[in-house]
């Protein structure tokens, strides 16, 4: 198995003649080096184990070595597949096999009867799904250490490029580019509020004139519309038709990866990662009543079809909870839509629907409990009835002074809830679908005009992606696979190439930088129809299609010749491309209709695209003599005599922006941009006196910091003032683990950076007091945790979490793993911890052996070195940092 808790799960379900071991995910993979992967030598691939998964598999094989058979029992997919594979060859490598049986067993829950039916049906290792993982690997690689250093070289601030991550990326940076050009269209519409005889009212919209059809954008100015409004305003209006037809919604087939992804996003607000994190947990188990129970199956598929007696079983839950009228005579069948879709594994569903939400609520935590209720609804519904409805359409004649114009009124009533009884799907977009009722109209009918609406509107620009509909549109357009959605735009945060504001992905200027280098000298690898392709012969190699190495060879073939092409390219070539292709969005039209490419200091020099130590900026072509330079995008008329900085400052010629003087001391306050990010600095450095300085808070823009942000900044800690029960002062501040306040050496955490500013002494009071019946600790140096998580579930002793010099960490043992950005201590539970120790476990590297004779060795050592050693030495730490920052995806 992957997972620890998995494996003592099964092991009680299979007895103790069973001994079930956990690889804890992969044991082995390609080192992050040049050379793991070689083209010239038939995509050899070298594979190494990290010292713990070493480990590992060498207990693993002493184990083989003394049982009756061996049984690899990783998960259903790809990835389950390729785990198996590496297993199975490092225990032939140690000959811990012979002459013994080795079956592989898949399920797809962790429930006693998957298991145990599993387990009569092995199988062989599927090679055809090894060989794909194997393509897909190598391809992985070879784009990520060939491209990512051409990126280092041409593009400045370019972190890397992915073969998979980079086609996402443009997806998000073309649907900026159509909101930037989007051109407002105004439009009007014109509404009519009417009466029935019996005076009940409705609405209807103008949706012809004069035999010609309007549609929506079809009355364009004012005057149109005061035209149709008058001769409105002055016409009869007759009812010539009623037109009233029943029709069903039907339910939404179960979920797979990608749609509960999408829902979980819009109902819950949950992140695509948080989402399969949470997944994880209650497909693996959960305690109930003393055992652990995997509430629901495997969540990475791209299927939607349900084992026959799940289907039985959700029938019976429909039969005991609604009415009879709510279950359908025969059971769904549902296909999927998807493109490429490849897996065999079923939908998403509750591994019994017999536990329903509110009776296994209490055994999770509030995250938990929600995921599933959204799981369990959406798996119920999609085998119950259709809801029914009976919509209404009504044609109204207005004959005004010769005029003849078309209203129409439109409703739908629900006459039987069906499976809207339990779930309904949220949507991305509002629709126009009108679900009001209209009251009884018959044709013929003369109405009563009550009053007349022209309303003036405007068309709106496409909406960017959310995480949710990003997700849905790579799988119709088949890019990624079910388990690569939600690493995919982690990897487009963690590089900084797209930040996420209101919901919606925005992406970074360098995240736009990287996209029009790639669009302009690699196109062909970041079309959306090559890298579907790809994925397709992927899919085909699972399929046993087509042959692995085949694949490869194609690709390499031409990617290899067109790296090769970009070795001679210069950087004017590279700014010259990229000022063509990013000309709307860092050029944009001026008001005045002037050339938006003119220096607004000098007058006589253009603009353009210039890389510096921090990055990209926009400078004048007169430089030196003109130093007006900006960030990517204008904003305002603001400009700088100097180069452009990080995070879209704009900083001087020495990397530095002066704000403002201090009116308390009459020191500069600058604007600066170091190792660690933008921060403000009150003054010079005078001898060994530092001067003041204050790193900017999470959020915070370098562009949009003035002077008197910076003062407040260089003005923290503030203190709020004394407590009232032993006078002693409180302050708040930013700190390690963000906004803070501070009494008595006692830390409470603020919900934003902006309460620092504002804070007053009750909020303050009231803040410690929730911290301190929380059970909050003194704040102290040293080895004090910040809380105490539980017992490592395999290993035993407690799992901490530590305040540390470089961010906050967790710890078993001796092993310290640090926090990534996106995990706050606060929010870190005992599984995660569990896996960020095993991780870094894995990463510590081995004792070096003692040497039996050292002077000797050490005098044999000396006198074999060759005298450039010494400078080759200094160089690896470089050579083995620039290496693993080419890991792309």
Same mark, same amino acid.
């Given at each position: 198995?992957?997972?620890?808790?998995?494996?003592?799960?099964?092991?009680?379900?299979?007895?103790?003649?069973?001994?079930?071991?956990?690889?804890?995910? =992969?044991?082995?993979?390609?080192?992050?080096?040049?050379?793991?992967?070689?083209?010239?030598?038939?995509?050899?691939?070298?594979?190494?184990?990290?010292?713990?998964?070493?480990?590992?598999?060498?207990?693993?094989?002493?184990?083989?070595?003394?049982?009756?058979?061996?049984?690899?029992?990783?998960?259903?997919?790809?990835?389950?597949?390729?785990?198996?594979?590496?297993?199975?060859?490092?225990?032939?490598?140690?000959?811990?096999?012979?002459?013994?049986?080795?079956?592989?067993?898949?399920?797809?829950?962790?429930?006693?009867?998957?298991?145990?039916?599993?387990?009569?049906?092995?199988?062989?290792?599927?090679?055809?799904?090894?060989?794909?993982?194997?393509?897909?690997?190598?391809?992985?690689?070879?784009?990520?250490?060939?491209?990512?250093?051409?990126?280092?070289?041409?593009?400045?601030?370019?972190?890397?490029?992915?073969?998979?991550?980079?086609?996402?990326?443009?997806?998000?940076?073309?649907?900026?580019?159509?909101?930037?050009?989007?051109?407002?269209?105004?439009?009007?519409?014109?509404?009519?509020?009417?009466?029935?005889?019996?005076?009940?009212?409705?609405?209807?919209?103008?949706?012809?004139?004069?035999?010609?059809?309007?549609?929506?954008?079809?009355?364009?100015?004012?005057?149109?519309?005061?035209?149709?409004?008058?001769?409105?305003?002055?016409?009869?209006?007759?009812?010539?038709?009623?037109?009233?037809?029943?029709?069903?919604?039907?339910?939404?087939?179960?979920?797979?990866?990608?749609?509960?992804?999408?829902?979980?996003?819009?109902?819950?607000?949950?992140?695509?990662?948080?989402?399969?994190?949470?997944?994880?947990?209650?497909?693996?188990?959960?305690?109930?009543?003393?055992?652990?129970?995997?509430?629901?199956?495997?969540?990475?598929?791209?299927?939607?079809?349900? &084992?026959?007696?799940?289907?039985?079983?959700?029938?019976?839950?429909?039969?005991?909870?609604?009415?009879?009228? =709510?279950?359908?005579?025969?059971?769904?069948? #549902?296909?999927?839509? &998807?493109?490429?879709?490849?897996?065999?594994?079923?939908?998403?569903?509750?591994?019994?629907?017999?536990?329903?939400?509110?009776?296994?609520?209490?055994?999770?935590?509030?995250?938990?409990?929600?995921?599933?209720?959204?799981?369990?609804?959406?798996?119920?519904?999609?085998?119950?009835?259709?809801?029914?409805?009976?919509?209404?359409?009504?044609?109204?004649?207005?004959?005004?002074?010769?005029?003849?114009?078309?209203?129409?009124?439109?409703?739908?009533?629900?006459?039987?809830?069906?499976?809207?009884?339990?779930?309904?799907?949220?949507?991305?977009?509002?629709?126009?679908?009108?679900?009001?009722?209209?009251?009884?109209?018959?044709?013929?009918?003369?109405?009563?005009?009550?009053?007349?609406?022209?309303?003036?509107?405007?068309?709106?620009?496409?909406?960017?992606?959310?995480?949710?509909?990003?997700?849905?549109?790579?799988?119709?357009?088949?890019?990624?696979?079910?388990?690569?959605?939600?690493?995919?735009?982690?990897?487009?945060?963690?590089?900084?190439?797209?930040?996420?504001?209101?919901?919606?992905?925005?992406?970074?200027?360098?995240?736009?930088?990287?996209?029009?280098?790639?669009?302009?000298?690699?196109?062909? #690898?970041?079309?959306?129809?090559?890298?579907?392709?790809?994925?397709?012969?992927?899919?085909?190699?699972?399929?046993?299609?087509?042959?692995?190495?085949?694949?490869?060879?194609?690709?390499?073939?031409?990617?290899?010749?067109?790296?090769?092409?970009?070795?001679?390219?210069?950087?004017?070539?590279?700014?010259?491309?990229?000022?063509?292709?990013?000309?709307?969005?860092?050029?944009?039209?001026?008001?005045? !209709?002037?050339?938006?490419?003119?220096?607004?200091?000098?007058?006589?020099?253009?603009?353009?695209?210039?890389?510096?130590?921090?990055?990209?900026?926009?400078?004048?072509?007169?430089?030196?003599?003109?130093?007006?330079?900006?960030?990517?995008?204008?904003?305002?008329?603001?400009?700088?005599?100097?180069?452009?900085?990080?995070?879209?400052?704009?900083?001087?010629?020495?990397?530095?922006?002066?704000?403002?003087?201090?009116?308390?001391?009459?020191?500069?306050?600058?604007?600066?941009?170091?190792?660690?990010?933008? #921060?403000?600095?009150?003054?010079?450095?005078?001898?060994?006196?530092?001067?003041?300085?204050?790193?900017?808070?999470?959020?915070?823009?370098?562009?949009?910091?003035?002077?008197?942000?910076?003062?407040?900044?260089?003005?923290?800690?503030?203190?709020?003032?004394?407590?009232?029960?032993?006078?002693?002062?409180?302050?708040?501040?930013?700190?390690?683990? !963000?906004?803070?306040?501070?009494?008595?050496?006692? #830390?409470?955490?603020?919900?934003?950076?902006?309460?620092?500013?504002?804070?007053?002494?009750?909020?303050?009071?009231?803040?410690?007091?929730?911290?301190?019946?929380?059970? !909050?600790?003194?704040?102290?140096?040293?080895?004090?945790?910040?809380?105490?998580?539980?017992? =490592?579930?395999?290993?035993?002793?407690?799992?901490?979490?530590?305040?540390?010099?470089? !961010?906050?960490?967790?710890?078993?043992?001796?092993?310290?793993?640090?926090?990534?950005?996106?995990?706050?201590?606060?929010?870190?539970?005992?599984?995660?911890?569990?896996?960020?120790?095993?991780?870094?476990?894995?990463?510590?590297?081995?004792?070096?052996?003692?040497?039996?004779?050292?002077?000797?060795?050490?005098?044999?050592?000396?006198?074999?070195?060759?005298?450039?050693?010494?400078?080759?030495?200094?160089?690896?730490?470089?050579?083995?940092?620039?290496?693993?920052?080419?890991?792309?995806?």
């Amino acid at each position: 198995m992957e997972s620890p808790a998995k494996a003592k799960t099964i092991n009680k379900y299979l007895g103790s003649a069973y001994q079930v071991v956990a690889s804890y995910g =992969h044991v082995r993979d390609l080192p992050s080096k040049d050379g793991s992967v070689l083209p010239d030598e038939d995509f050899a691939m070298s594979w190494e184990a990290d010292p713990k998964s070493a480990k590992r598999l060498t207990e693993m094989a002493a184990m083989a070595k003394t049982a009756d058979r061996i049984i690899l029992a990783t998960d259903p997919d790809r990835e389950g597949e390729a785990i198996s594979w590496h297993v199975l060859e490092v225990l032939k490598q140690k000959r811990a096999l012979k002459d013994k049986p080795v079956e592989r067993v898949v399920f797809n829950a962790i429930t006693k009867q998957a298991v145990l039916e599993a387990m009569k049906n092995p199988r062989p290792i599927d090679e055809a799904l090894v060989d794909a993982y194997l393509a897909r690997r190598a391809l992985d690689y070879l784009v990520g250490f060939t491209l990512s250093p051409v990126l280092w070289r041409k593009l400045p601030g370019a972190r890397s490029a992915g073969r998979v991550q980079s086609v996402a990326l443009r997806l998000v940076c073309d649907r900026e580019s159509e909101i930037e050009s989007f051109k407002r269209r105004e439009y009007w519409s014109l509404v009519a509020r009417l009466a029935t005889p019996r005076g009940d009212e409705f609405e209807a919209r103008l949706v012809g004139a004069d035999g010609k059809k309007i549609a929506r954008l079809d009355v364009g100015t004012a005057e149109e519309a005061e035209a149709f409004r008058q001769a409105l305003d002055a016409g009869r209006y007759t009812v010539a038709d009623v037109e009233s037809k029943p029709a069903k919604r039907h339910p939404f087939a179960p979920f797979t990866t990608s749609t509960l992804q999408q829902e979980a996003s819009r109902k819950l607000g949950f992140a695509p990662n948080r989402t399969m994190q949470i997944a994880q947990r209650l497909y693996e188990g959960v305690d109930i009543g003393g055992e652990t129970v995997g509430l629901i199956t495997y969540m990475r598929t791209d299927g939607v079809d349900m &084992a026959p007696e799940a289907v039985v079983a959700l029938r019976g839950v429909i039969g005991q909870d609604f009415s009879p009228r =709510h279950l359908p005579d025969a059971p769904r069948r #549902y296909q999927v839509k &998807a493109k490429n879709a490849q897996e065999a594994h079923e939908a998403i569903r509750p591994t019994d629907p017999s536990r329903r939400p509110r009776e296994v609520s209490r055994h999770l935590d509030a995250d938990q409990a929600r995921l599933y209720e959204l799981i369990w609804k959406r798996t119920v519904a999609s085998q119950m009835e259709s809801a029914e409805l009976q919509r209404t359409s009504v044609d109204i004649l207005v004959e005004a002074g010769g005029r003849k114009l078309d209203l129409r009124a439109s409703g739908q009533v629900l006459t039987f809830d069906g499976f809207l009884a339990l779930y309904n799907e949220d949507k991305d977009e509002e629709g126009d679908e009108e679900d009001g009722r209209l009251p009884r109209i018959e044709k013929g009918e003369t109405l009563e005009k009550r009053a007349i609406e022209a309303n003036q509107h405007f068309t709106e620009p496409p909406p960017r992606y959310s995480e949710a509909t990003l997700v849905k549109r790579m799988e119709e357009l088949g890019i990624g696979r079910p388990s690569t959605y939600a690493a995919t735009l982690t990897v487009l945060r963690d590089r900084e190439y797209v930040k996420i504001e209101k919901k919606r992905l925005v992406p970074e200027d360098k995240g736009r930088l990287v996209t029009a280098f790639l669009q302009s000298f690699f196109a062909r #690898y970041v079309e959306y129809d090559f890298t579907a392709d790809l994925e397709e012969k992927l899919d085909q190699i699972s399929a046993g299609e087509i042959a692995w190495k085949d694949v490869l060879r194609e690709f390499w073939q031409q990617f290899s010749a067109n790296v090769g092409e970009t070795k001679d390219l210069r950087v004017t070539q590279v700014l010259d491309a990229l000022n063509d292709l990013l000309g709307p969005h860092i050029f944009p039209e001026r008001a005045d !209709g002037g050339d938006p490419r003119a220096c607004p200091n000098c007058g006589t020099g253009k603009l353009s695209l210039k890389l510096g130590k921090f990055g990209a900026f926009i400078g004048c072509s007169n430089y030196p003599e003109c130093r007006y330079t900006r960030q990517l995008v204008a904003q305002g008329d603001e400009a700088s005599p100097g180069e452009g900085g990080e995070n879209g400052a704009v900083l001087g010629v020495d990397g530095t922006k002066v704000l403002g003087k201090d009116p308390e001391t009459g020191l500069d306050v600058t604007l600066r941009s170091g190792r660690f990010g933008a #921060y403000v600095q009150l003054g010079e450095a005078e001898g060994k006196e530092k001067p003041k300085r204050s790193s900017l808070p999470k959020g915070w823009e370098a562009a949009s910091i003035d002077l008197e942000k910076a003062l407040s900044l260089l003005a923290l800690p503030r203190e709020v003032g004394l407590h009232p029960e032993d006078g002693k002062p409180i302050q708040a501040g930013i700190g390690r683990y !963000g906004p803070f306040v501070l009494h008595d050496g006692k #830390y409470a955490n603020l919900d934003s950076v902006d309460e620092v500013f504002t804070v007053g002494l009750n909020r303050a009071v009231s803040v410690i007091a929730e911290k301190a019946a929380r059970g !909050g600790r003194p704040a102290r140096a040293g080895a004090e945790p910040l809380k105490t998580l539980g017992d =490592h579930p395999t290993l035993g002793g407690p799992v901490t979490v530590h305040a540390g010099k470089y !961010g906050p960490y967790v710890k078993h043992g001796a092993v310290n793993a640090t926090l990534p950005k996106t995990l706050p201590p606060e929010s870190v539970t005992l599984d995660a911890a569990v896996a960020l120790i095993a991780e870094k476990a894995g990463k510590a590297p081995a004792p070096k052996a003692r040497a039996t004779k050292p002077k000797a060795a050490a005098k044999a050592t000396a006198a074999k070195a060759p005298a450039v050693k010494k400078a080759t030495t200094a160089k690896a730490p470089a050579k083995k940092a620039a290496a693993k920052k080419a890991s792309a995806e």
